[in-house]
């Protein structure tokens, strides 16, 4: 071996020990994932986003990181452990499914915001609502779901996301404030055996797997004459186009099939979503006025 083979080999394991000294065991992590690496000083997070993009994480043959972003150092000295923070896709495009690694809001309860004047009582929705692109967000048990307007990208959209809900777990402010409200599937001494038996079956067999796709089912109320659940869907099943096979498909069969007094279900829409979707309405029809008087767009 040559005096300059030997001293590049001395050279590269020099500068592995160093930067696997600086970075910690770099190692191929989940493509949707974020990383804090623990240090006792400070915290040092990389992170990885989709396959196929330019911030893709990976360990290269000579232990050295290709195509790795490192962000800045941040300093995280209110936040004692490590925060794992990964992202899910749901069967809504619009929607993405965000996983902290901690509880988000306590008693396996959940609270839904359908745009950014109803999230006064949650730093957090406060602080994702500033995004720009971000039209509703649903806080689950141990999850946060995000809903996007159309016209904006995941690509765009998830940094500055995963960004805010970091910055917010640093900041040991609480997820909600004030109480929860009384869950929609509790018990009440009013209510007579077959509504009881619909909320127990919400409660126990299909909350949990519409959670799994970051969105849930509100029970609304139930017509003894006709049969008919009366529910409202919260999370991204609220503008999913799968919704109604969600409904028909899965929850109205399995309901019917426990019950036989129940004979279908129908979607009810809350009386703020209601509206919001009227002042995208409005606001759809005003463009399109705009673009007719300058000609842009025909009749």
């Known amino acids: 071996m040559s005096f300059f083979s030997s001293a590049r080999t001395r050279l590269q394991s020099l500068a592995i020990f160093i930067v696997n000294s600086r970075v910690g065991n770099l190692t191929h992590e989940n493509p949707l994932t974020f990383r804090f690496f623990s240090y006792p000083k400070h915290n040092l997070y990389t992170t990885s986003v989709l396959p196929g993009s330019s911030h893709s994480l990976y360990k290269g043959t000579h232990g050295f990181p290709h195509r790795q972003?490192?962000?800045?150092?941040?300093?995280?000295?209110?936040?004692?452990?490590?925060?794992?923070?990964?992202?899910?896709?749901?069967?809504n495009p619009d929607s993405v499914k965000f996983l902290p690694g901690r509880e988000v809001v306590p008693n396996e309860a959940s609270v839904d915001f359908p745009n950014a004047q109803?999230?006064?009582i949650s730093p957090l929705a406060k602080r994702l609502f500033r995004i720009e692109g971000i039209s509703s967000v649903f806080?689950?048990?141990?999850?946060?779901?995000?809903?996007?307007?159309?016209?904006?990208?995941w690509s765009v959209l998830r940094p500055e996301?995963?960004?805010a809900i970091l910055e917010f777990y640093s900041s040991e402010e609480p997820v909600l404030l004030g109480s929860l409200p009384e869950s929609d599937t509790t018990i009440r001494p009013e209510d007579d055996?077959?509504?009881?038996?619909?909320k127990e079956l919400l409660e126990t067999r299909i909350k949990p797997a519409v959670a799994e796709?970051?969105?849930?089912?509100?029970?609304?109320g139930y017509n003894p004459d006709t049969g008919i659940v009366d529910l409202e869907l919260q999370g991204s099943c609220t503008t999913c186009s799968s919704s109604v096979v969600t409904l028909k498909s899965g929850v109205e069969n399995m309901l019917m099939h426990y019950i036989p007094e129940v004979k279908g279900v129908r979607e009810v829409i809350s009386e703020e979503r209601q509206k919001m979707e009227q002042v995208s309405r409005e606001q759809l029809q005003?463009?399109?006025?705009?673009?007719r008087d300058s000609g842009v767009l025909r009749s």
């Open 139 to 153: 806080l689950g048990p141990d999850f946060v779901t995000v809903t996007k307007r159309e016209d904006v990208s």
């Open 161 to 163: 996301i995963f960004e």
């Open 286 to 291: 005003s463009l399109e006025q705009r673009l």
């Open 193 to 198: 055996e077959v509504v009881a038996m619909i």
């Open 213 to 220: 796709d970051g969105g849930n089912i509100l029970y609304r």
């Open 118 to 120: 109803s999230a006064q």
């Open 69 to 91: 972003v490192l962000q800045q150092p941040t300093l995280l000295l209110s936040l004692k452990r490590s925060l794992f923070l990964q992202s899910q896709p749901t069967p």
